[in-house]
């Protein structure tokens, strides 16, 4: 058993290796992409999220619900995390004796998503280059 831990582990660190000469696509402010992805933003649903509050103003919880597939729970939860990195803002308000629950898009989070964005198209451009 420990002889294939060994391997396993050997493995991993070669995968590493090749991964960390990756090449970076810089950015449009001449940044360089960080070497990990932002595993905040690369989970499914807080990509999703991200990415459709970046080509709308704001979407409400029902209509995210809606464009993800998502449940309340599963979406509730997802959006907290981005909220609690500052990438979400939520308001909270009323339509009429409805709760409306809004969410939008940080200037933080519209950086973290254009980094992401970067990094997958330089690991995109590594792997047809290479």
């Given at each position: 058993m420990a002889k294939s831990s060994t391997?396993?582990?050997?493995?991993?660190?070669?995968?590493?290796?090749?991964?960390?000469?990756l090449p970076v696509a810089p950015s449009s402010s001449k940044e360089t992409v960080p070497a990990d992805l932002d595993r905040l933003i690369h989970e499914r649903v807080r990509l999703g999220i991200v990415s459709a509050l970046a080509v709308n103003r704001s979407?409400?919880?029902?209509?995210?619900?809606?464009?993800?597939k998502t449940t309340d729970g599963n979406l509730s939860v997802h959006a907290r995390k981005l909220e609690e990195a500052d990438y979400i803002v939520c308001t909270k308000s009323f339509d009429g004796r409805l709760p409306k629950t809004e969410?939008?898009?940080?200037?933080?989070?519209?950086?973290?998503?254009?980094?992401y964005l970067n990094h997958m198209e330089a690991l995109i451009r590594a792997t047809r280059e290479g």
């Open positions: 391997a396993r582990d050997e493995r991993f660190q070669r995968a590493r290796d090749r991964e960390s000469s979407l409400t919880f029902n209509e995210l619900k809606a464009m993800l969410y939008r898009l940080t200037a933080a989070g519209r950086k973290a998503l254009e980094r």
